[in-house]
């Protein structure tokens, strides 16, 4: 049996079937674990990139959400945690979403919280004020401009 077919297998078995078990609506694979299960060494990127793949999350039943740990690369390393939604049976990844070609859904947000930034003074009087903003850097320049006039500069 291939690497990656014993790899798909021992997760399935070991981490996402328990998981589902339980009822949880995660699971966390760290790649490290895996391959000390297996009793192998040398094979963190093949284990990675199975982990990452939408083979074995199509088989498992699972979503990758987010990837934790590991170099600031992204690449392959063995503290690498892939955390999973589970998904229901028969429900494959992707599932839920619902694209609309139109832009219907982003549309639907337009005007959020429109009443609340109205109430503060409008959106950008509210986002000046939540940054504490003072002058830009022309009034600062007009300002001291003003003040070496006046000082008789």
Known sequence: MAPTDVTKQHVIEK????ARQRGEKTVEVRVGNVLKELGWSNRTPSVFSTLGS??????A???LIEKRGGPASG??????RFIYRVLDEGQSPGMERKVL????????LYGICGETFRQLGGGEAYLKAERDWGPDAWEK???ELAQRKKEGN
Do not use: H, R
């Not at 981490?15 to 328990?18: E, L, Q, R």
């Not at 939408?54 to 088989?59: D, L, N, S, Y």
């Not at 690449?75 to 690498?80: A, E, I, M, R």
């Open 15 to 18: 981490y996402i079937k328990p």
């Open 54 to 59: 939408q083979p074995f999350q199509k088989q």
């Open 61 to 63: 039943g699972v979503e």
């Open 75 to 80: 690449g392959p390393s063995t503290t690498v």
């Open 101 to 108: 070609s139109n832009g219907a859904g982003l549309m639907s």
């Open 141 to 143: 320049y007009e300002a």
